[in-house]
């Protein structure tokens, strides 16, 4: 085992996840070390699927800041990204079996599941609240306002900051409302007055660009 | 790649609003039904860009990754680790199976004897391991302003919660805690907690919520009312 992926070892293990994502596929060492971590994920899912609850503590270590910050995101609010966080991972302990490696990586499967209940959440809210002033007309906040200096190696979320910040502004608000606000594109295009065909095309514009600029298979 | 011949490009459009959950339920649903009618070339040409538009905001999300509150591991980790609901055998031990499952939200159990439906059946699974194998399963907790949390784990669809009460003070002598499931027609009560209950943790199985929005926690003289009429001490919204 070579030098990098022993030091990659030493790591807490969430730590290990963003720097192996964050290594470029160059052929070397370390790509092999991006795979090892994409499998780890995998065997851990699968694992979990087992009730095997070391794994579940690992990938909890894993993913909880990914997950809890993009619930948290979306809610906008401490005690019910808590809630929802607590939800999501019960839903992960009880249905770990149905991921399908073949339909993605495990951390897509994890948010999209996570990014699914925050949405149900901040719809169920709304509705009860009649759109209070928490959920009404919050000003747009980057992401990168959200971020925990600690949480995420530096370079990977400068590396997505960048890649978020060479949108246009209507690609990313479009995104922004649709995925961190939790509305429907037809609400978007309500917010932004401007038509469905638009907001789709800027919608779908924005993510191909986001994909490129990831370096997304 | 091939997709030249696309029939129904306005479908394809809606692979990143589908991906990124930003459709209606109606909207969803009325989707799903044009792609099964579309031919599987369409659906796989859908489902690849579903794909791609979650693994790149799979890796968005390090953007936004933040630190969790710390308890919450520990919630979680006690919660699994006694939480044996899919290894039980269907006919045996139901009771070993409930008190897993109570266990799976309190941190420690204590068995208490409260004024609550306990009712683990020799037949059916408890009402408690139900609301955990609930596709809605929810949680909601709150801090109780005379100290300690409470957290109730419901399900609509089961219509039934599991309340976990931690370091709550006793209530005074002469006096319980009662709780209430509170709907538009006013408070039903939920059972009573004591003493001898409250401390250092309790869980109760709450069935029926039926169409109740809140749990209200009140203090009622001697060994509870009919209907609140003490102080209300702490509620939490059942949504």
């Known amino acids: 085992m070579g030098s990098v992926v ?10 290990r996840l963003d ?6 596929g160059n052929g070397t060492e370390n790509e092999w070390v991006l795979r090892m971590t994409t499998v780890d994920l995998d065997t851990l899912l699968r694992r979990v699927a087992q009730r095997d609850p070391e794994a579940f503590a690992a990938l909890y270590d894993a993913t909880r800041s990914r997950v809890y910050g993009m619930v948290a995101r979306v809610l906008r609010d401490r005690g019910y990204s808590e809630e929802t966080t607590q939800d999501v991972y019960l839903q992960i302990w009880r249905t770990a079996e149905s991921y399908d490696p073949a339909s993605g990586s495990a951390l897509a499967w994890l948010l999209t599941l996570a990014h699914r209940r925050a949405v149900d959440r901040v719809r169920a809210e709304q509705a009860a609240s009649q759109r209070d002033s928490r959920y009404g007309a919050t000003t747009l906040e980057r992401p990168a306002d959200h971020v925990s200096d600690a949480v ?21 608000e479009c995104i922004d409302l649709a995925y961190y606000q939790g509305m429907t594109y037809v609400q978007v295009s309500e917010r932004l007055s401007a038509n469905l065909a638009t907001v789709k095309s800027r919608m779908r514009d924005g993510l191909r660009a986001l994909r490129t600029c990831l370096g997304v298979g | 790649m091939t997709h030249s011949q696309v029939p129904d490009p306005e479908l394809l459009d809606l692979a990143v609003p589908y991906a990124l959950h930003a459709l209606s339920d109606s909207e969803r649903n009325a989707l799903e039904g044009r792609l099964a009618a579309a031919g599987l070339a369409m659906a796989d040409a859908f489902y690849d860009e579903v794909r791609a538009v979650r693994e790149t905001m799979a890796v968005v999300s390090a953007a936004s990754a933040e630190e969790p509150p710390v ?20 006919s045996k ?15 420690g159990l204590i068995t208490v004897g409260i004024g609550v439906s306990l009712r683990p059946s020799a037949q059916a699974p408890s009402t408690a391991e139900q609301v955990f194998a609930a596709s809605d399963v929810h949680t909601i907790s709150g801090a109780i302003p005379a100290g300690g949390t409470a957290t109730v784990v419901f399900s609509r669809n ?24 509170v709907g538009d027609s006013g408070p039903i009560s939920a059972g009573t907690m004591d003493a001898k209950a409250v401390a250092p943790s309790t869980t109760a199985v709450l ?28 509620e939490l919204p059942l949504i």
């Open chain 2, 207 to 234: 069935t029926e919520l039926g169409s109740s929005k809140k749990l209200r926690f009140t203090v009622e003289p001697g060994s509870g009312s009919t209907q609140p009429t003490g102080q209300i001490i702490a």
């Open chain 1, 152 to 172: 995420i190696a530096g370079e990977e979320r400068q590396r997505v900051t960048a890649c978020l910040d060479g949108l246009t502004d209507l690609q990313r």
């Open chain 2, 158 to 181: 089961r219509n039934a919660g599991v309340l976990v009460m931690n370091d709550v003070p006793p209530p005074s002598p002469g006096t319980v805690y009662q709780m209430w499931l």
């Open chain 1, 19 to 24: 720097r192996a994502v964050t290594l470029p």
């Open chain 2, 71 to 90: 308890e919450l591991r520990g919630r979680l980790l006690s919660a699994v680790a006694n939480d044996n609901v899919r290894s039980l055998r269907p």
């Open chain 1, 6 to 15: 022993t030091q990659l070892l030493e790591r807490p293990f969430d730590q």
């Open chain 2, 93 to 107: 031990r139901r009771r070993t199976a409930w008190m897993s499952v109570a266990a799976a939200l309190a941190v």
